[in-house]
């Protein structure tokens, strides 16, 4: 995954000796897996519960919907490659875009196709999670 980052690192947690951005490209990371897997208690860890996501067709997604598209098997992701990934950290917030190659199933109909994702992370109480996001579909 090719990583273009132009930030400020943030500080160094005393506790994990990991910067900011380590945090936040391990979050990264685990998200992908659980989207992969579909493991919602993951996915449920990694979503504040006021979650606003727009979808690549416009459409504003909650942190239930999400969540519920994984639990029902609805949504079946069956290969993500990420690349193209921006990181920037402002104080307790990051700022991810990435491009995906994404495959996979929604309610039993199959997709392909690029994917960018814009998400915000937070640290909150001494967590980060995901606060917003937006995905567009890449064309060409």
């Known amino acids: 995954c090719e990583k ?3 930030v400020n690192l943030g500080g160094i947690n005393k506790i994990t000796g990991m910067t900011t951005l380590e945090h936040i490209i391990e979050k990264e990371e685990s998200l992908l897996h659980a989207m992969l897997t579909s493991d919602v208690k993951v996915l449920d860890d990694l979503i504040a519960d006021d979650l606003i996501f ?3 067709t416009g459409r504003v997604v909650n942190k239930a919907e999400d969540l519920e598209s994984h639990h029902t098997g609805s949504l079946k992701i069956e290969s993500i490659d990420p690349s193209e990934q921006a990181i920037k950290i402002y104080g307790n917030t990051a700022i ?3 491009l995906m190659k994404i495959k996979g199933q929604y309610l039993k109909q199959p997709f392909e196709g690029k994917i960018r994702y814009s998400r915000v992370w937070m640290n909150i ?6 606060v ?3 995905s ?5």
Not at 125 to 130: E, K, L
């Open 4 to 6: 273009t980052v132009s």
């Open 136 to 140: 567009s579909a890449v064309i060409g």
């Open 96 to 98: 991810v875009s990435v």
């Open 125 to 130: 109480d001494n967590a980060w999670i995901i």
């Open 132 to 134: 917003a996001g937006h």
């Open 54 to 56: 727009t979808d690549h």
